[in-house]
């Protein structure tokens, strides 16, 4: 249990498009989410934390107009990176807590390797 | 301001022998920790915790244990074996909130 699924797991766009990223969690509800990104052999820094229905609590630095998330369902949360430029180009990886089990316990998808061009 | 330090940004290790990854960190409000594996192009997946108000958690070959005084938590695990080869992530939080705070990775060889 508690597999959550991202797509895609790669993509190549052009400087300027949008990229939106998607976060399923397979068989637990999520009522919380988190977006992380990973540069090469750096730690995973926090970018935002997602909640079922309401906005996002972005962290300090991370441009919240550029990183849209959007969290409709307690299965799915969505990051769009807008005007997508090559520093943006990073792993991005998303987690889920699953309200039913100990705290604390993220579950991670397998993360997006986005390449901007 | 890096509040988890991995300060080993690799190891390397024999088959059988002992790996220990050691994980330090700055806020003293921390008061559960985690252990996670990744590999490349994975997510990281939850091996191991401990909470402040143990020194010692043991889970077959993986031991975690924390040392609160000198902020330092380590793993340990053995005997080590191939499969181990990853690159590990020691994680802090503070309880009652959900972040969890990184350290910046170990990459783990395991030697046949």
């Known amino acids: 249990g508690a597999v959550v699924s991202q797509h895609p797991s790669w993509v190549i766009c052009k400087s300027g498009t949008s990229v939106k990223i998607e976060c399923r969690s397979l068989?637990?509800?999520?009522?919380?989410m988190f977006w992380y990104r990973q540069f090469p052999k750096q730690s995973l820094m926090l970018m935002a934390t997602?909640?079922?229905?309401?906005?996002?609590?972005?962290e300090q630095g991370v441009e919240k107009d550029k990183f849209l998330i959007n969290h409709a369902s307690l299965t799915l949360s969505t990051l769009t990176v807008t005007s997508a430029h090559p520093e943006d180009s990073s792993f991005y990886i998303c987690?889920?807590?699953?309200?039913?089990?100990?705290?604390?316990?993220?579950?991670f998808g397998p993360g997006t390797r986005l390449t901007v061009l | 301001d890096q509040q988890v330090k991995q300060n080993s940004p690799s190891l390397s290790v024999q088959e059988g022998r002992i790996s220990i990854l050691n994980c330090d960190y700055t806020?003293?409000?921390?008061?559960?920790f985690l252990w996670y594996k990744k590999y490349p192009a994975e997510g990281p997946t939850f091996l191991i915790s401990?909470?402040?108000?143990?020194d010692k958690n043991e889970d077959g070959r993986f031991t975690v244990s924390l040392n609160k005084s000198a902020k330092h938590l380590s793993l340990h695990i053995v005997p080590s074996q191939p499969g181990d080869s990853a690159v590990y992530f020691c994680?802090?939080?503070?309880?009652?909130?959900?972040?969890?705070?990184f350290g910046q990775g170990t990459r783990l060889t395991i030697n046949p």
């Open positions: 806020n003293s409000m921390f008061d559960y």
């Open positions: 401990i909470s402040s108000i143990k």
């Open positions: 997602s909640n079922e229905g309401s906005k996002a609590t972005y």
């Open positions: 068989d637990f509800q999520a009522t919380t």
């Open positions: 987690s889920a807590l699953d309200g039913g089990s100990s705290y604390n316990e993220q579950f």
């Open positions: 994680a802090a939080s503070i309880q009652g909130a959900q972040k969890l705070v």
